[in-house]
């Protein structure tokens, strides 16, 4: 069972990060580093969870409202 849970968390990650970088590329703005860009993505998927225990919901939706979110500011 925990292998299971973390490689589904593994994979929300990767999932967080393609979205982040697409919207670096749509915005215009530069990649940052690989190492930044899983701290950032890990901690979009910490928030979505607790977003998704909270109200309920879809990790990966909650976690395309967050970068959709994030690309209006």
């Known amino acids: ?16 990060i393609r979205l982040l970088s697409w919207q670096c590329e749509k915005t215009g703005r530069p990649l940052p580093e690989r190492a930044r ?5 890990r901690q979009l998927v910490d928030d979505a969870h607790r977003i998704a225990r ?15 979110e994030m690309r209006r500011r």
């Open 37 to 41: 860009l899983e701290r950032l993505a």
């Open 54 to 68: 909270e109200r309920g919901g879809n990790v990966l939706s909650i976690l395309k409202e967050m970068v959709a």
């Open 1 to 16: 069972m925990r292998s299971t849970v973390g490689f589904l968390k593994n994979q929300q990650v990767n999932a967080a």
